[in-house]
């Protein structure tokens, strides 16, 4: 079944780890994205990419990395974690469109940085 | 630049009730607004999406509208069940890449 897993589910970490989290989607979408989300706020756009080896920031600013080597992978990577990147990260995908373009989310990764 | 409001904020009913959720949106100029579904501590599940050209989608209990002139969008969930209790999402697509996303309605449904 097309689909787009995220791993960890949760994650808690030290400070200054080096963590990737994982986003694959099955769906031969071109459009990826990662959002931030804290609790009771909208999500906030820090990465997306059109397709292979093209990605962008979003509006948020962010110290994460992000590679797109394939286009069903693309990583999301902290080389040194801290607490106050403590937050939900959502990875989400889309067909080229426009208007009738539809964002699928995975299930999203917890992380709490001590 | 774009703002989208959603009110309101949490909303408790009795089950079986019809319920309205409102979204608003400041710039007109949007190719489409999707309908989200999002439980605690998880990721958004796509409930509905209206084209720029549509006025309205169904799907069963659930029926989004779209005045894009007056910048608003309503969620309406007919007969509610406690199984419709989640954070409900608006978002709105004004370019390539660009979804600004509602902060949610939060909704409890008693039995």
């Known amino acids: 079944e097309a689909d787009i897993y995220q791993t960890p589910r949760y994650l808690v970490i030290g400070t200054g780890k080096k963590i990737t989290l994982e986003c694959s989607q099955t769906?031969?979408?071109?459009?990826m994205y990662w959002y931030q989300q804290d609790p009771g706020m909208e999500l906030h756009l820090i990465h997306y990419s059109y397709g292979v080896n093209s990605t962008e920031k979003g509006d948020l600013s962010s110290e994460s990395t992000v590679s797109r080597i394939r286009t069903e992978h693309f990583p999301l990577t902290l080389e040194s974690a801290r607490p106050s990147h403590t937050s939900q990260y959502l990875c989400?995908?889309?067909?080229?469109?426009?208007?009738?373009?539809?964002?699928?989310f995975g299930s999203g990764t917890q992380l709490s940085v001590l | 630049k774009q703002e989208v409001t959603q009110i309101p904020a949490a909303l408790s009913v009795p089950e079986g009730e019809n319920l309205v959720l409102n979204c608003s949106f400041t710039d007109s100029a949007i190719y489409n607004l999707q309908w989200f579904r999002q439980d605690p501590g998880k990721g958004l599940t796509s409930l509905l999406l209206i084209q720029s050209s549509q006025r309205e989608q169904t799907s069963g209990r659930l029926n989004a509208s779209l005045d894009k002139s007056s910048g608003r969008s309503t969620l309406y969930i007919a007969a509610s069940q406690p199984g419709d209790s989640a954070t409900y999402l608006c978002?709105?697509?004004?370019?390539?890449?660009?979804?600004?996303f509602g902060t949610g309605t939060r909704l409890k449904v008693l039995a």
């Open positions: 769906m031969g979408h071109d459009k």
């Open positions: 978002a709105v697509k004004g370019g390539t890449y660009k979804y600004i």
């Open positions: 989400a995908s889309s067909e080229d469109g426009k208007n009738n373009e539809k964002l699928f």
